[in-house]
């Protein structure tokens, strides 16, 4: 299977779970949907409906780490998005900016000046500029 592929199947299923779960279980969304997947996934598999063998084929012929980081990393992100409530997030804006930048800012510093420090360290100069921008 490609790496379309695997996404869509992954993607079509969690949405068809989300979906009975919302709609015929009438659960709410706080409940996390992993375990619910995971309970069904059991369920079927114990009533035989899901191959093992099957699934031990699948996964062992899957690239999960091109999967996810070139193909699910960007629709999570994207899904993810969609889910944010804009208003609400507008409200808090300048606590949100001040958190962002308080947060962001001294780990720059922390973790540039902490390379510099021990490349010199290790005789390898790499300038103090090139410390804080291989920073997070």
């Known amino acids: 299977m490609t790496t379309i592929e ?3 199947l992954i993607i079509s299923l969690a949405a068809g779970f989300s979906y009975a779960k ?3 279980f009438r659960l709410p969304s706080a409940i996390g949907r992993w375990p619910w997947h995971s309970f ?3 369920a079927l598999s114990t009533a035989g409906f ?3 063998s099957r ?3 699948f996964v062992a012929k899957a ?3 091109n ?7 960007g629709l999570l992100l994207f899904a993810e998005a969609l889910q944010v409530d804009l208003a609400h997030l507008a409200t808090h804006r300048w606590s949100i900016g001040a958190l962002a930048l308080g947060g962001t800012l001294p780990s720059i510093l922390i973790v540039g000046f902490g390379t510099h420090v021990v490349m010199r360290a290790l005789e390898q100069d790499i300038g103090l500029t090139n410390a804080l921008l291989s920073a997070p």
């Open 6 to 8: 695997i996404a869509a």
């Open 22 to 24: 919302a709609r015929v």
């Open 40 to 42: 069904v996934i059991v």
């Open 50 to 52: 899901v191959d093992p």
């Open 55 to 57: 699934v031990q084929g």
């Open 63 to 65: 690239d999960f780490a």
């Open 67 to 73: 999967v996810l980081v070139q193909g699910m990393l």
